[in-house]
């Protein structure tokens, strides 16, 4: 599994920024792709995710109703588009495919890609 994240960079607070990840190698009938952050001196947090069977989503408390997570399954490609960012989103974003499989969990992770947030 090969995940290649893209479009991180500075932004003003109040503005947006749409982060993709593209994704190769993924043989499973279902998982789930979606992004985690992690800021200076703090643990890695999940952001957003969605099943790639059902389409079903999933969003952090502090990023609800500003971020949005999709898929294109054709392109096996994840977008998170991000808007009214705050100070408090900078972070490196990483792309993320979960596998539950017979009870165990599997985690890929992608290159992570820096989100800067000016105030």
């Known amino acids: 599994v090969q995940l290649q994240a893209s479009g991180g960079g500075l932004v003003q607070a109040g503005g947006s920024l749409r982060l993709s990840c593209a994704a190769s190698?993924?043989?499973?009938?279902?998982?789930?792709i979606g992004w985690f952050r992690q800021a200076p001196g703090k643990e890695r947090e999940g952001v957003s995710c969605?099943?790639?069977?059902?389409?079903?989503?999933n969003y952090a408390d502090s990023v609800k109703g500003r971020f949005t997570i999709s898929s294109d399954n054709a392109k096996n490609t994840v977008y998170l588009q991000m808007n009214s960012l705050k100070p408090e989103d900078t972070a490196v974003y990483y792309c993320?495919?979960?596998?539950?499989?017979?009870?165990?969990?599997?985690?890929?992770w992608g290159q992570g890609t820096l989100v800067t947030v000016s105030s």
């Open positions: 993320n495919v979960r596998v539950q499989r017979l009870g165990a969990r599997y985690d890929y």
């Open positions: 190698g993924l043989t499973f009938d279902d998982y789930a």
């Open positions: 969605i099943s790639r069977r059902h389409g079903y989503t």
